[in-house]
């Protein structure tokens, strides 16, 4: 059983910034990609940004130059650290690990989401 919990969600301004946490605890072997999706109203779900173990990095064009993944991954925790934020960024930011389970299993786990709202 592997567990993921998200947290740093809030309202702010156009322009400011939050940083978002996502850890990972349970029956954990090794993790490999982290990411961070999106999902707004009306939407479907899309890629924010990638990490995979190493620290090689993706974003999504929407994001890029604005928002930075990272990764601890003695504390198998990821976070999304979002600056200038923009109205459209408004969404629930779910995290997903890719995680080799300690029964060798590997399987992806989702968080339950933390909310972000950026007003005008």
């Known amino acids: 059983q592997v567990q993921l919990v998200e947290s740093g969600g809030g309202l702010v301004q156009a322009g400011g910034s939050l940083r978002l946490s996502c850890a990972a605890s349970g029956s954990i072997l090794s993790i490999y990609a982290m990411t961070w999706h999106r999902q707004a109203p009306g939407n479907q779900r899309e890629l924010v940004a990638a990490?995979?173990?190493?620290?090689?990095?993706n974003y999504a064009d929407s994001v890029k130059g604005r928002f930075t993944i990272s990764r601890d991954n003695a504390k198998n925790t990821v976070y999304l650290q979002m600056n200038s934020l923009k109205p459209e960024d408004t969404a629930l930011y779910y995290c997903?690990?890719?995680?080799?389970?300690?029964?060798?299993?590997?399987?992806?786990?989702w968080g339950q989401g933390t909310q972000v709202t950026v007003s005008s």
């Open positions: 997903n690990a890719d995680v080799r389970t300690t029964s060798r299993s590997r399987l992806y786990y």
């Open positions: 990490i995979t173990n190493s620290g090689s990095t």
